[in-house]
T-cell receptor, first 109, second 116 residues
Framework: QKEVEQNSGPLSVPEGAIASLNCTYS??????FFWYRQYSGKSPELIMS????GDKEDGRFTAQLNKASQYVSLLIRDSQPSDSATYLC?????????FGQGTELSVKP | DTEVTQTPKHLVMGMTNKKSLKCEQH?????MYWYKQKAKKPPELMFV???????INESVPSRFSPECPNSSLLNLHLHALQPEDSALYLC???????????????FGPGTRLTVL
């Protein structure tokens, strides 16, 4: 089992829709979970950090964490073409960020 | 200021060359990282420095040599690289490091390295 499993992409949504990105992970101990956005040819950009069970909202982004179910998600409301990117959801394991393969999101105008 | 800077942005080198990548942060972070990223793959951790000491070396070949001159600077010295080492090299920093830390990492823009 992979340590981090993400939606297989590419995920395509129309402009203005809600994009839903999901991750499941194998580690029950980690306390820190992150969402990064990476545009093609650019470096990862931290968009959300979440440490407690429940929801965390920042503008159009909402992260949801359920440690018991080993699940974290990211909802992007009112998706824009500028949200088209690869999304990564690493978690902290012993000081290392453990990455999945990423989910490519495409928002169509 | 949440910026990590890296130089150069692009580097082309031959297999016999020696070059260095540089990274700088002024956020007062105590941990700095080097990652390698190939196309359509997630970043792959190479080295971690915590309080200017090497804490993790992910079995990286010796042709890559990290150096942390002070808490704000991180270098990666390159020598006798192979074409398969061509990749985006990313530097990151975080406030602290370890299993109990939040480990919120901020990435620099990267250096695109091509080995001929």
């Amino acid at each position: 089992q992979k340590e981090v499993e993400q939606n297989s992409g590419p995920l395509s949504v129309p402009e203005g829709a809600i994009a839903s990105l999901n991750c499941t992970y194998s580690d029950r101990v980690s306390q820190s979970f992150f969402w990064y956005r990476q545009y093609s040819g650019k470096s990862p950009e931290l968009i959300m950090s979440i440490y407690s069970n429940g929801d965390k909202e920042d503008g159009r982004f909402t992260a949801q964490l359920n440690k018991a179910s080993q699940y974290v998600s990211l909802l992007i409301r009112d998706s824009q073409p500028s949200d088209s990117a690869t999304y990564l959801c690493p978690y902290n394991q012993g000081g290392k960020l453990i990455f999945g393969q990423g989910t490519e999101l495409s928002v169509k105008p | 200021d949440t910026e990590v800077t890296q130089t150069p942005k692009h580097l082309v080198m031959g297999m016999t060359n020696k070059k260095s990548l540089k990274c700088e942060q002024h956020m007062g972070h105590r941990a700095m990282y080097w990652y390698k990223q190939k196309a359509k793959k997630p970043p792959e951790l190479m080295f971690v420095y915590s309080y200017e000491k090497l804490s993790i070396n992910e079995s990286v070949p010796s042709r890559f040599s990290p150096e942390c001159p002070n808490s704000s600077l991180l270098n990666l010295h390159l020598h006798a690289l192979q074409p398969e080492d061509s990749a985006l090299y990313l530097c990151a920093s975080s406030q602290d490091w370890g299993a109990s830390s939040y480990n919120e990492q901020f990435f620099g823009p990267g250096t695109r390295l091509t080995v001929l």
